[in-house]
């Protein structure tokens, strides 16, 4: 027996001068589309109860179209998110109305159901063998493709005809989508071992002639991307080690801690004064860098002798 919710837009919240008040003569997909644009900033545990409220109330109504389910999980993926918490009971509900509905889902409405499955850590595997069956036979957007496809990639590990579309569309598009989706689709395939000579060739062309459109983030993911998959070119090489230490300078170490990792192979071939400079990083900040990829940065070292006392002492600490 599922609990019953009481459909109620959340108090009036205020963001950038738009309120949850001001919807209430919207239709619910409109109320559904500006809280999912408001959930991910900032708010009161306040907010995200009432906004949670509202999403469980909502999964539990009748003839919810495929727009409402996708924004509905994407709203619950965020809120799962800041709070830390989840419900199984509207998991559920979601899960079932999309498996009702999904020959009528479309481009964008998968894309918010997959985002949201991402960001609740719903892992569930026969799910992201529908989105990818839909996404097949779905004429969608590249921008939704590489959001489903990250679901897919992570949560179902995807079909050949899966990557085969996939590279298919990177073809296609990359030479005038942003900067942010040539970065993200790159990542997919340093991460899971896809990709063609084809493929690579065409990041690397478009990363050196559109390199300012990248921000800082954006240029050490890719090459952290090159790095991993062994394919920098002396002209990658030759932007890395310009503008590598600036980049480090105004970006998390998480992502530096990715870098590092994903250049371990290649290390030797930085110049001396690049190699100090990561080595330092790492003592000054090694509290902060995950166990394991400190004891696989401690081998590589190792076999590459370059293993300082100072080094060692820092990869080998337990905090």
């Not at 008040?21 to 408001?38: A, C, G, K, N």
């Not at 481009?107 to 839909?134: M, P, T, V, W, Y």
């Not at 991460?191 to 050196?208: D, M, V």
């Amino acid at each position: 027996m599922h609990k019953k919710y009481l459909i109620e837009q959340p108090n009036c919240i205020q963001n950038s001068n738009i309120t949850i008040q001001q919807t209430r003569q919207t239709s619910l997909t409109e109320t559904l589309d500006i809280l999912s644009v408001l959930v991910s900033g900032k708010y009161s545990k306040e907010f995200y109860q009432q906004s949670f409220n509202f999403v469980a109330a909502v999964s539990q109504a009748p003839d919810l179209t495929p727009s409402q389910i996708g924004l509905s999980m994407f709203i619950y993926g965020q809120v799962s998110q800041y709070t830390k918490s989840t419900n199984k009971d509207v998991e559920k509900s979601l899960l079932l109305n999309f498996k009702q509905s999904i020959d009528s889902f479309r481009s964008n409405d998968l894309k918010h159901f997959a985002f949201g499955l991402i960001l609740a850590r719903i892992q569930r595997k026969d799910i992201f063998d529908l989105l990818e069956k839909q996404s097949l036979v779905t004429e969608m957007e590249f921008q939704d493709l590489i959001r489903v496809g990250t679901g897919i990639a992570l949560f179902g590990r995807g079909s050949p005809e899966f990557w085969k579309l996939l590279e298919e569309q990177a073809i296609k598009n990359i030479p005038t989508t942003e900067a942010q989706n040539i970065t993200s689709i790159f990542m997919l395939y340093k991460q899971f071992g896809h990709g063609t000579q084809e493929i690579f060739k065409l990041f690397e062309q478009e990363f050196i002639q559109r390199y300012d459109q990248f921000n800082s983030l954006m240029k050490l993911q890719m090459f952290s991307s090159f790095a991993k998959i062994r394919y920098p070119s002396s002209a990658i090489f030759k932007l890395f080690f310009r503008d590598i230490v600036g980049i480090i300078q105004s970006v998390n170490i998480t992502a530096v801690q990715m870098l590092i990792f994903d250049c371990q192979k290649i290390f030797p071939q930085f110049p001396k004064q690049v190699q100090q400079f990561f080595i330092n990083f790492i003592i000054k900040h090694y509290q902060k860098f995950h166990p394991v990829i400190k004891s696989k940065l401690y081998d590589s070292f190792q076999e590459q002798s370059l293993l300082t006392e100072e080094l060692e002492v820092a990869l080998l600490k337990k905090k």
